[in-house]
């Protein structure tokens, strides 16, 4: 019973999993820090929410330290919501059934560069975060567990506003495909009154009698890969665009706000007034629009890009006195800067103007020429109009289509902004050559011509490969703008429209019949994919699986066309009824339509083999499978940099999270994305990670944490782990052929391709010739063979029935520049292409069928982003103790900058820290030594010096001005540079201070008894002295000197001072050991005379008073007897005296 019970539990787990992989997709949208589990919310907001630190107070018990003055534990102002969408099942129940089936999606958000790096160094970056999920406890009466979902933090980084988030699951419990979301920030979007205001114009609650089935597509224009927030406009009889940031998975409609104007005047003429926004193209932080021949550009609010502005309140005109008859896109940014190309139009038909877009501010030039011509008295026509500009920012040159107005002449010219000079290239033949049967015709002069005009309406420019198309009712292609072959399988009744590219090795156009036409750019072959029989196969397969998105009744219309990542995409109109409906994404299904149309169109008989019919068809393929091997690990060339993230542990028995428990796992991110941030130390850490400094404090106690939470004691019932907040270095490569590739300086990209042929049993009726190893070579397209050059080997598996190439791509080691790190880098292509392959072959897989025989990846020249120069003081520091014979440190020690004598020779290490692969080696490359400030006693007291005194105090300069700061240890003059400074290396690095009389370290006064301290600001760069690398290492770091010497002049006058005062001490001395004796006997005689006379004195004091009273007493005694004897004495005579 039981094991019937759990085989029947085990095959509706196995139907379950079935229906969900091909019924359920992921969904992801963002919700507000405080309103959890409600539906799509804009992304605008862009300040941290610093209320989150509160909540880390909390955790006591815990890896975190509250007390950390270096961590920053604040949130994001959004939430990433994750659902899931099922076309048949329920989908709550589905949720439900996959959490408790053990899935868990799984989150990456990759973050784009921005256009001007303020802030930030140029680097490739994403974040992977594991999902928490979560219980709305709204409206759940009768069960536990009503509606769920999984929550993420919703990341920014500084200075990114364009963010690409994957979706994938686990791989535990319900299978879901993954998923890709453009999530962007929306800076024109902002808060009015305590509700969400549209600041470009107002927004339309509807679609009702905005579009119509007849209203033909547009294009839809932006700065490839930067532009956060697309509008599109050319909706006829109205001001209107429709504005998205997440690439049309969702739209907002926008009535602009701008006056609608109309003047026509004879310098300006105009045929008929319109209110259509005919022009729209989106920059990373401006939109530009057109109306008539105005144009309006408006900023948005962007603090995370640092840009010299705060945004736009209301549309700006530009370009005020200019006829603008059309815009053309700039499709890439340079050296910071965005472009754009205005078309003059009346009286300025044939002038040209460039509007530029860097940190917020637009500018516009005037009319560009040459010597005050024009490009039609260039070439020297009487009236001439551009068609169509394009810009090569890799060589500066803009590409100019002109129409000799009156005649069929049109002409490539191309001109110089630097110099301001015009240049022809090519003449475009007036009528369409004669199609081969190739798919193309050189146009060498030989060829023959049909009576058909040729009219070109625009050019196009990949600047990767660097293949150049005229385009109008026909495609010219060439890859150097002068030698041109025509792609003749594209027909020329139906002139292109507008022309795409994805920059991947596709190509898309669409023609006035709004037809919709497909090539690679490794091949001839062009297809027409819509309107097709095969796109009408795979429209009724999507009906009958229950697609929303498409229908047998509802007439539909296409609005416009463009790649995103890669693939093809369609917005469609889907009408409801007459004058409503809705704006669908949808990805055009080329490698469905490929398929489909090579069953359709290829040929095919019937056969009979081993007493079984079979249908035939031709394998119009010549191989049957194709894979990459032995690609190496894809961070060390993709120069992504990959940050881990799960959420924290609770101690809730259900698992759910709650809103704490996500706060912190806000903090947790943040944090992690902030070391990443700050982690530019000019002195190398002991351990290469930015995370070290995070839980260095805490590592020891790790298994205390570990044994708390595992008796579910932790504080807030929250358990932060330390081992899952991390940064990834090894990944693994999927033989995946990478998108990018970035080589450095003689760098080496080495993989194989493996190629078989088909199997008795695939290959039943052909040939040996038709199913041969013969039949499958491998060709490899390189755009800049100058700069790179690949080998091919190929080794035949007989056995096998297979091919293997091996394939070493390097740099030859002449790009002439050496720039920052991810700076400038010049862009390239590697192309693999299969030989006969075309559009023929294809494969099944999970998601489908899938073109295949031709690959392409972006190649990058220069110095990788990820790379940078630090100050090795550990190595410094023992190599300067052992050479010296002595180790050396101030008393006042500081382990974040030891100090160095300045009578010890100086021996500086450096490191090259590869912030992608985590690997740090020895800097052995030259380098350029420079002391450019200094203070003495501390940090605050430093003060940078101006290019002449940096001149003075580091060159040979200095010795003839006796300002020299520091001398070769070897004393030898050694290499220098064009400017004089010394080259030092890893093996002649001895530095000898010296700190001449001219120089600013020169007779420091000390302020204690100890000798002065003193705080050299450092910069070390290897630009234009080391050919090892194309990167510019620049590196500024403080280095503490203790013990500098006086001057002569002060120390003989210290000396002079010191000797006088031992001197006279000594002096003093002898006296006083001479003269002793005598002073102390005379003192003793004059203290023995002053005490006997003291005695005296008191002695005759004492006989004075006794005789003094003695005489008193007498006096008194004869008193009183003359008064007893008084009466006697009147009767005889006086009595006679006594003489004495």
Same mark, same amino acid.
């Given at each position: 019973?039981?094991?019937?019970?759990?085989?029947?539990?085990?095959?509706?787990?196995?139907?379950?999993?079935?229906?969900?992989?091909?019924?359920?997709?992921?969904?992801?949208?963002?919700?507000?820090?405080?309103?959890?589990?409600?539906?799509?919310?804009?992304?605008?907001?862009?300040?941290?929410?610093?209320?989150?630190?509160?909540?880390?107070?909390?955790?006591?018990?815990?890896?975190?330290?509250?007390?950390?003055?270096?961590?920053?534990?604040?949130?994001?102002?959004?939430?990433?919501?994750?659902?899931?969408?099922?076309?048949?099942?329920?989908?709550?129940?589905?949720?439900?059934?996959?959490?408790?089936?053990?899935?868990?999606?799984?989150?990456?958000?990759?973050?784009?560069?921005?256009?001007?790096?303020?802030?930030?160094?140029?680097?490739?970056?994403?974040?992977?975060?594991?999902?928490?999920?979560?219980?709305?406890?709204?409206?759940?009466?009768?069960? +536990?567990?009503?509606?769920?979902?999984?929550?993420?933090?919703?990341?920014?980084?500084?200075?990114?506003?364009?963010?690409?988030?994957?979706?994938?699951?686990?791989?535990?419990?319900?299978?879901?495909?993954?998923?890709?979301?453009?999530?962007?920030?929306?800076?024109?979007?902002?808060?009015?009154?305590?509700?969400?205001?549209?600041?470009?114009?107002?927004?339309?609650?509807?679609?009702?009698?905005?579009?119509?089935?007849?209203?033909?597509?547009?294009?839809?224009?932006?700065?490839?890969?930067?532009?956060?927030?697309?509008?599109?406009?050319?909706?006829?009889?109205?001001?209107?665009?429709?504005?998205?940031?997440?690439?049309?998975?969702?739209?907002?409609?926008?009535?602009?706000?701008?006056?609608?104007?109309?003047?026509?005047?004879?310098?300006?003429?105009?045929?008929?007034?319109?209110?259509?926004?005919?022009?729209?193209?989106?920059?990373?932080?401006?939109?530009?629009?057109?109306?008539?021949?105005?144009?309006?550009?408006?900023?948005?609010?962007?603090?995370?890009?640092?840009?010299?502005?705060?945004?736009?309140?209301?549309?700006?005109?530009?370009?005020?006195?200019?006829?603008?008859?059309?815009?053309?896109?700039?499709?890439?940014?340079?050296?910071?800067?965005?472009?754009?190309?205005?078309?003059?139009?009346?009286?300025?038909?044939?002038?040209?103007?460039?509007?530029?877009?860097?940190?917020?501010?637009?500018?516009?030039?005037?009319?560009?020429?040459?010597?005050?011509?024009?490009?039609?008295?260039?070439?020297?026509?009487?009236?001439?109009?551009?068609?169509?500009?394009?810009?090569?920012?890799?060589?500066?040159?803009?590409?100019?289509?002109?129409? +000799?107005?009156?005649?069929?002449?049109?002409?490539?010219?191309?001109?110089?902004?630097?110099?301001?000079?015009?240049?022809?290239?090519?003449?475009?033949?007036?009528?369409?050559?004669?199609?081969?049967?190739?798919?193309?015709?050189?146009?060498?002069?030989?060829?023959?011509?049909?009576?058909?005009?040729?009219?070109?309406?625009?050019?196009?420019?990949?600047?990767?490969?660097?293949?150049?198309?005229?385009?109008?009712?026909?495609?010219?292609?060439?890859?150097?703008?002068?030698?041109?072959?025509?792609?003749?399988?594209?027909?020329?009744?139906?002139?292109?429209?507008?022309?795409?590219?994805?920059?991947?090795?596709?190509?898309?156009?669409?023609?006035?019949?709004?037809?919709?036409?497909?090539?690679?750019?490794?091949?001839? #072959?062009?297809?027409?994919?819509?309107?097709?029989?095969?796109?009408?196969?795979?429209?009724?397969?999507?009906?009958?699986?229950?697609?929303?998105?498409?229908?047998?009744?509802?007439?539909?219309?296409?609005?416009?066309?463009?790649?995103?990542?890669?693939?093809?995409?369609?917005?469609?109109?889907?009408?409801?009824?007459?004058?409503?409906?809705?704006?669908?994404?949808?990805?055009?299904?080329?490698?469905?339509?490929?398929?489909?149309?090579?069953?359709?169109?290829?040929?095919?008989?019937?056969?009979?083999?081993?007493?079984?019919?079979?249908?035939?068809?031709?394998?119009?393929?010549?191989?049957?499978?194709?894979?990459?091997?032995?690609?190496?690990?894809?961070?060390?060339?993709?120069?992504?940099?990959?940050?881990?993230?799960?959420?924290?542990?609770?101690?809730?028995?259900?698992?759910?999270?709650? #809103?704490?428990?996500?706060?912190?796992?806000?903090?947790?991110?943040?944090?992690?994305?902030?070391?990443?941030?700050?982690?530019?130390?000019?002195?190398?850490?002991?351990?290469?990670?930015?995370?070290?400094?995070?839980?260095?404090?805490?590592?020891?106690?790790?298994?205390?944490?570990?044994?708390?939470?595992?008796?579910?004691?932790?504080?807030?019932?929250?358990?932060?782990?330390?081992?899952?907040?991390?940064?990834?270095?090894?990944?693994?490569?999927?033989?995946?052929?990478?998108?990018?590739?970035?080589?450095?300086?003689?760098?080496?990209?080495?993989?194989?391709?493996?190629?078989?042929?088909?199997?008795?049993?695939?290959?039943?009726?052909?040939?040996?010739?038709?199913?041969?190893?013969?039949?499958?070579?491998?060709?490899?397209?390189?755009?800049?063979?100058?700069?790179?050059?690949?080998?091919?080997?190929?080794?035949?598996?007989?056995?096998?029935?297979?091919?293997?190439?091996?394939?070493?791509?390097?740099?030859?080691?002449?790009?002439?520049?050496?720039?920052?790190?991810?700076?400038?880098?010049?862009?390239?292509?590697?192309?693999?292409?299969?030989?006969?392959?075309?559009?023929?072959?294809?494969?099944?897989?999970?998601?489908?069928?899938?073109?295949?025989?031709?690959?392409?990846?972006?190649?990058?020249?220069?110095?990788?982003?990820?790379?940078?120069?630090?100050?090795?003081?550990?190595?410094?520091?023992?190599?300067?103790?052992?050479?010296?014979?002595?180790?050396?440190?101030?008393?006042?020690?500081?382990?974040?900058?030891?100090?160095?004598?300045?009578?010890?020779?100086?021996?500086?290490?450096?490191?090259?820290?590869?912030?992608?692969?985590?690997?740090?080696?020895?800097?052995?490359?030259?380098?350029?030594?420079?002391?450019?400030?200094?203070?003495?006693?501390?940090?605050?007291?430093?003060?940078?010096?101006?290019?002449?005194?940096?001149?003075?105090?580091?060159?040979?300069?200095?010795?003839?001005?006796?300002?020299?700061?520091?001398?070769?240890?070897?004393?030898?003059?050694?290499?220098?540079?064009?400017?004089?400074?010394?080259?030092?290396?890893?093996?002649?690095?001895?530095?000898?201070?010296?700190?001449?009389?001219?120089?600013?370290?020169?007779?420091?006064?000390?302020?204690?008894?100890?000798?002065?301290?003193?705080?050299?600001?450092?910069?070390?760069?290897?630009?234009?002295?080391?050919?090892?690398?194309?990167?510019?290492?620049?590196?500024?770091?403080?280095?503490?000197?203790?013990?500098?010497?006086?001057?002569?002049?002060?120390?003989?006058?210290?000396?002079?001072?010191?000797?006088?005062?031992?001197?006279?001490?000594?002096?003093?001395?002898?006296?006083?050991?001479?003269?002793?004796?005598?002073?102390?006997?005379?003192?003793?005689?004059?203290?023995?005379?002053?005490?006997?006379?003291?005695?005296?004195?008191?002695?005759?004091?004492?006989?004075?008073?006794?005789?003094?009273?003695?005489?008193?007493?007498?006096?008194?005694?004869?008193?009183?007897?003359?008064?007893?004897?008084?009466?006697?004495?009147?009767?005889?005579?006086?009595?006679?005296?006594?003489?004495?």
């Amino acid at each position: 019973m039981w094991q019937l019970f759990t085989a029947t539990l085990s095959l509706v787990f196995l139907c379950m999993k079935h229906l969900f992989a091909t019924d359920c997709q992921w969904v992801a949208v963002v919700n507000n820090f405080d309103d959890l589990g409600t539906d799509r919310k804009i992304f605008f907001a862009q300040r941290e929410i610093r209320r989150v630190a509160e909540i880390f107070k909390e955790l006591t018990d815990s890896a975190i330290d509250p007390d950390d003055r270096n961590a920053k534990y604040l949130g994001f102002p959004y939430y990433l919501k994750i659902n899931l969408s099922c076309i048949v099942q329920n989908s709550e129940w589905a949720v439900r059934t996959g959490h408790y089936t053990g899935l868990r999606p799984i989150v990456t958000v990759t973050f784009t560069e921005p256009v001007h790096p303020v802030r930030q160094k140029q680097e490739q970056l994403q974040i992977e975060m594991r999902s928490a999920p979560y219980r709305d406890k709204a409206n759940c009466d009768s069960e +536990e567990v009503c509606q769920m979902c999984w929550f993420t933090p919703m990341p920014f980084y500084n200075g990114t506003v364009v963010l690409d988030v994957l979706v994938e699951s686990n791989g535990i419990g319900l299978p879901v495909q993954s998923s890709r979301f453009a999530i962007n920030i929306n800076g024109y979007v902002g808060i009015a009154q305590n509700e969400v205001k549209i600041r470009i114009g107002e927004k339309l609650e509807s679609l009702k009698s905005v579009l119509s089935l007849n209203d033909p597509s547009r294009p839809l224009w932006y700065t490839y890969g930067q532009a956060p927030v697309l509008i599109l406009g050319g909706i006829p009889r109205s001001k209107i665009v429709f504005m998205s940031d997440s690439l049309f998975l969702d739209y907002i409609p926008i009535e602009v706000g701008i006056d609608s104007c109309w003047i026509g005047s004879l310098s300006c003429p105009q045929g008929a007034f319109s209110s259509a926004i005919v022009d729209a193209i989106s920059t990373e932080s401006t939109l530009f629009i057109r109306q008539n021949q105005l144009v309006y550009y408006f900023t948005g609010h962007y603090p995370l890009l640092h840009v010299n502005t705060s945004g736009s309140e209301l549309w700006t005109r530009i370009l005020n006195h200019v006829c603008v008859r059309t815009l053309n896109p700039v499709i890439f940014p340079s050296n910071g800067t965005e472009y754009v190309i205005a078309l003059g139009g009346g009286w300025q038909e044939g002038e040209f103007f460039l509007i530029t877009i860097k940190d917020g501010i637009v500018k516009a030039s005037g009319s560009l020429r040459e010597k005050d011509e024009t490009v039609c008295d260039f070439l020297k026509a009487s009236a001439c109009s551009i068609r169509w500009a394009t810009y090569s920012l890799n060589d500066n040159q803009i590409f100019l289509l002109v129409h +000799e107005t009156g005649t069929e002449k049109h002409t490539i010219v191309v001109y110089f902004p630097d110099v301001k000079r015009f240049e022809f290239i090519y003449h475009i033949p007036e009528k369409v050559p004669k199609a081969s049967d190739k798919g193309f015709v050189l146009l060498l002069g030989l060829e023959q011509y049909t009576n058909t005009t040729l009219i070109p309406r625009g050019l196009a420019l990949n600047p990767f490969n660097n293949i150049f198309y005229i385009w109008g009712n026909v495609i010219l292609q060439s890859n150097d703008k002068q030698s041109y072959i025509y792609l003749s399988d594209f027909p020329n009744d139906s002139p292109i429209k507008y022309f795409v590219q994805s920059f991947t090795g596709e190509i898309a156009f669409v023609t006035d019949r709004e037809e919709i036409w497909v090539s690679k750019e490794l091949g001839t #072959e062009i297809k027409k994919v819509y309107p097709s029989e095969a796109w009408d196969v795979f429209n009724y397969l999507q009906v009958m699986r229950g697609s929303p998105h498409y229908s047998l009744t509802l007439k539909h219309s296409i609005l416009t066309i463009f790649y995103a990542r890669g693939r093809l995409h369609e917005l469609v109109y889907l009408a409801d009824s007459a004058d409503n409906g809705r704006l669908v994404r949808r990805r055009f299904p080329l490698s469905h339509v490929l398929t489909y149309d090579l069953l359709i169109t290829t040929p095919n008989k019937e056969m009979r083999h081993n007493g079984l019919d079979y249908i035939k068809f031709a394998h119009l393929c010549p191989f049957a499978v194709v894979r990459h091997v032995n690609l190496p690990p894809p961070q060390e060339f993709t120069r992504m940099e990959h940050y881990s993230a799960m959420p924290p542990e609770i101690m809730e028995k259900t698992g759910f999270h709650d #809103e704490k428990s996500l706060i912190v796992y806000q903090g947790l991110v943040f944090q992690l994305l902030q070391l990443h941030s700050s982690y530019h130390r000019a002195y190398a850490d002991p351990v290469h990670d930015p995370t070290w400094r995070w839980w260095k404090n805490k590592k020891e106690d790790a298994e205390y944490y570990t044994y708390v939470a595992s008796n579910w004691n932790t504080s807030a019932g929250i358990y932060v782990d330390m081992a899952n907040y991390i940064k990834m270095y090894h990944q693994m490569s999927d033989n995946i052929m990478p998108a990018k590739i970035y080589l450095d300086k003689h760098t080496e990209y080495t993989f194989s391709l493996y190629l078989s042929m088909r199997t008795t049993k695939q290959s039943m009726g052909e040939s040996a010739d038709e199913n041969s190893l013969q039949n499958m070579w491998l060709t490899l397209i390189i755009a800049h063979p100058e700069y790179i050059h690949a080998d091919l080997h190929r080794q035949e598996l007989i056995s096998r029935g297979s091919v293997l190439y091996a394939i070493e791509v390097h740099d030859k080691g002449n790009y002439p520049y050496q720039q920052l790190s991810g700076k400038n880098l010049m862009k390239s292509s590697l192309g693999l292409k299969v030989a006969h392959s075309g559009l023929n072959c294809y494969e099944y897989t999970s998601k489908g069928p899938r073109i295949r025989g031709s690959y392409v990846s972006t190649v990058y020249i220069g110095c990788p982003p990820g790379k940078r120069l630090a100050f090795d003081i550990t190595t410094t520091r023992n190599e300067t103790t052992f050479k010296n014979k002595r180790y050396f440190d101030c008393i006042n020690k500081d382990p974040e900058m030891p100090c160095f004598s300045f009578n010890d020779v100086f021996y500086p290490s450096f490191l090259v820290q590869d912030m992608v692969t985590g690997e740090s080696g020895r800097f052995n490359g030259s380098y350029i030594f420079r002391v450019i400030g200094g203070g003495p006693f501390s940090i605050a007291n430093i003060r940078y010096f101006s290019e002449e005194e940096t001149f003075n105090y580091n060159t040979v300069n200095g010795s003839e001005t006796s300002s020299l700061i520091w001398l070769r240890a070897d004393m030898q003059e050694g290499k220098v540079d064009s400017k004089g400074f010394r080259v030092l290396s890893q093996a002649q690095s001895g530095i000898l201070w010296v700190c001449q009389k001219n120089s600013p370290c020169y007779d420091i006064v000390p302020q204690g008894l100890s000798a002065p301290d003193y705080f050299f600001a450092i910069e070390v760069s290897n630009r234009g002295v080391d050919e090892t690398t194309y990167c510019d290492y620049a590196l500024e770091f403080i280095l503490h000197v203790h013990g500098l010497r006086l001057s002569p002049t002060r120390a003989i006058f210290l000396l002079k001072i010191t000797l006088a005062i031992i001197l006279g001490m000594l002096f003093l001395y002898i006296v006083i050991y001479i003269t002793g004796p005598l002073a102390k006997s005379f003192f003793n005689k004059t203290f023995r005379r002053l005490e006997e006379a003291f005695a005296m004195r008191m002695e005759s004091s004492l006989t004075f008073s006794s005789s003094f009273t003695s005489q008193a007493s007498l006096q008194h005694l004869a008193s009183e007897i003359s008064r007893n004897s008084s009466p006697q004495s009147a009767k005889g005579s006086p009595p006679q005296s006594k003489t004495r």
